[in-house]
């Protein structure tokens, strides 16, 4: 086990609700990303928190956001969202070379399955 | 265009046998690259990083060519356990994001 939790697992929303899902990163970890997976999918890159501070994101909206604690768990949030939500979402933690920058090696989490009705 | 492009397969070959996989990249960016594996309904897990002079991690040898920015992954003497979906990774030097592939299937049969 890679020591990244995250909760819930399995959860149902319908279009227009706003989901939270959490992540416990492996201790020692500083940096938190977390991606999306669609089913058939590779995983997608949503956004990085080192240091409680965005300092990446990939092509996503707005009303994706996110937080990342000083224990450095972390947080996604989705607002207003769309059947195309869907997906596995994953948490990832690493440590962080310098700048927040992570080794590439991502320890990630068994992930919540979101399904949008 | 994805930044990262795999056959997705699905491989199916009998134990024993060798399997190779290959990745193309868009990116000339790219710099650091890595192979992970998906376990069905699990999480990815780190493989093997891939250098530039290629490397090998027992059955396991991957291979880079900048030039043609193609990456490949070798299986030698396939094992029931070796099933799972390979995902082909990217990552530009000072990115923070990890560009994943689609995947490729891998069924090893008895």
């Known amino acids: 086990e890679t020591g990244v939790t995250q909760s819930p697992t399995h959860l149902i929303k319908t279009r227009g609700q706003q989901v939270t899902l959490r992540c416990s990163s492996q201790?020692?970890?500083?940096?938190v990303s977390w991606y999306q997976q669609a089913l058939g999918q590779g995983p997608q890159f949503i956004f990085q928190y080192y240091r409680e501070e965005e300092n990446g994101r990939g092509n996503f909206p707005p009303r994706f956001s996110g937080l990342q604690f000083p224990n450095y768990s972390s947080e996604l949030n989705v607002n207003a969202l769309e059947l195309d939500d869907s997906a596995l979402y994953l948490c990832?933690?690493?440590?962080?070379?310098?700048?927040?920058?992570?080794?590439?090696?991502?320890?990630f989490g068994e992930g919540s399955r979101l399904t949008v009705l | 265009r994805k930044e990262v492009e795999q056959d997705p397969g699905p491989f199916n070959v009998p134990e024993g046998a060798t399997v190779a996989f290959n990745c193309t990249y868009s990116?000339?960016?790219?710099?650091?690259f890595f192979w992970y594996r998906q376990d069905c309904r699990k999480e990815p897990k780190l493989l093997m990083s891939?250098?530039?002079s290629g490397n090998e991690d027992g059955r396991f040898t991957a291979q880079l060519n900048r030039a043609s920015q193609y990456i490949s992954l070798l299986i030698r003497d396939s094992k029931l356990s070796d099933s799972a979906t390979y995902l082909c990774v990217a990552r530009k030097n000072s990115g923070y994001a990890l560009n994943f592939g689609k995947g490729t299937s891998l069924l090893v049969t008895p």
């Open positions: 990116n000339s960016a790219s710099q650091s």
């Open positions: 201790s020692g970890h500083n940096t």
């Open positions: 891939v250098y530039s």
């Open positions: 990832a933690s690493s440590p962080s070379i310098q700048g927040g920058v992570n080794t590439g090696e991502l320890f």
